[in-house]
């Protein structure tokens, strides 16, 4: 029968307190204590297994004194945690741990590790030098791999921090990928979207009443204002996504006809890309092992789709819509102009 793990955390909760005030009591008044002031009830044997789990599990610095017998911590800076746990939440605790990891630098992620950290069972490099627990060789077998993302200059983190929660209208000097130079902007911040190794702003611009997102690392004579706006209904980015490509889309929904195979047919089969999906047979068009397929959905991520349909080089091609087969051909018609010019090697004899 599975062990109720709350009960558990109480006990060890409870036994740490007692052995932090420093009394060195024995186990027996230890018990005592636990059920006439913890109202805690339990017998010698849970006593002394609850004493080898922290242990063994939380590295408690427990020992026990040679003349009184009475429980001390050898350290005494050392508390427990204050988030317990069973082991499959612990292997949950460090797997969020590891995917924290990923969006390092910048003080949104060292405020959100000291929470976690200070709530968490298991860690590899603890900030908070009062809580030590043991490293398991086994935290390594599960990891997430992303994006390098570009550190984030502390002041703009806090000024935006501070701009989402008080909904504050914000000034900023921005360089986009379509324009040269600075541009000043003036937006409603709505939400921070972490993409493939980049943060970006999800917000209104005031001036052109359209959402719009902006990389921070791209964001220059960042300014908080006085002037306070409602953050509507709708905001969520989430929401006006049609599609699994990232963080970019428009207002246009477009529906999309796209020919796969080889890896790449193997590979959008096991995901949902956007809107009324459906992947068929291609029979016109089977590729060189005959798995072709044709992946059709609905969505307003034109610009993505664009670069995701490229990237597959020879396992994929547009065949709807038409906005699409252009870019594809234009792009095409460049690669093959830099290798008829014999650019970066390429071999035109």
């Known amino acids: 029968m599975a ?28 018990i005592a204590e636990l059920g006439e ?26 020992d026990t004194d040679f003349e009184t017998s009475g429980y001390f911590y050898t350290d005494p800076q050392y508390r427990l945690p204050r988030f317990y746990t069973d082991e499959n939440a612990a292997k949950a605790a460090r797997l969020l741990k590891n995917l924290l990891d990923m969006v390092r630098n910048n003080p949104l992620y060292d405020e959100a590790r000291e929470v976690f950290e200070s709530l968490s069972v298991e860690s590899r490099d603890l900030s908070l030098e009062r809580i030590r627990i043991k490293k398991k060789p086994e935290d390594d077998r599960i990891i997430f791999v992303g994006a390098p993302n570009k550190k984030i200059p502390a002041e703009t983190w806090r000024i ?19 324009s040269p130079g600075l541009r000043g902007r003036r937006v409603q911040p709505w939400q921070l979207i972490f993409d493939d190794g980049n943060w ?5 611009d005031v001036v052109k009443n359209a959402r719009r997102r902006y990389s921070l690392s791209e964001i220059k004579n960042l300014k908080i204002t006085n002037e306070v706006f409602t953050l509507p209904k709708d905001y969520d980015f989430r929401n ?13 929904h477009l529906d999309y006809k796209i020919h796969l195979h080889g890896y790449a047919a193997r590979f ?8 009324c999906q459906t992947i068929t047979e291609d029979t016109t ?3 060189p092992d005959g798995d072709g397929v044709i992946l059709s959905f609905r969505s307003n991520q034109l610009e993505s789709i664009e670069h995701w349909v490229w990237k597959w080089a020879d396992e ?4 709807e819509p038409q906005v699409l087969v252009d870019d594809w051909n234009g792009r095409l018609g460049r690669v093959n102009e830099i290798a008829r010019l014999g650019v970066c090697g390429a071999d035109v004899s």
């Open 200 to 204: 970006n702003l999800h917000a209104l």
């Open 37 to 62: 002031k913890y109202g805690i009830k339990t017998s010698r044997t849970s006593f002394f297994r609850d004493i080898e789990d922290l242990q063994e599990k939380y590295a408690a610095p427990i």
């Open 268 to 275: 959008a089969k096991n995901r949902v890309w956007g809107e």
């Open 240 to 252: 006006m996504t049609a599609g699994s490509f990232g963080c970019m889309c428009h207002d246009e």
């Open 316 to 319: 994929a091609w547009p065949i």
């Open 160 to 178: 935006i921090s501070r701009a989402l929660y008080e909904n504050r209208v914000i000034t900023f000097e921005y360089k986009s990928l379509t």
């Open 285 to 287: 068009h089977p590729g």
């Open 3 to 30: 062990v109720d793990f709350t009960e558990r955390a109480k006990r060890y909760q409870a036994i740490d307190e007692i052995i932090a005030s420093g009394r060195m009591l024995k186990w027996n008044q230890i």
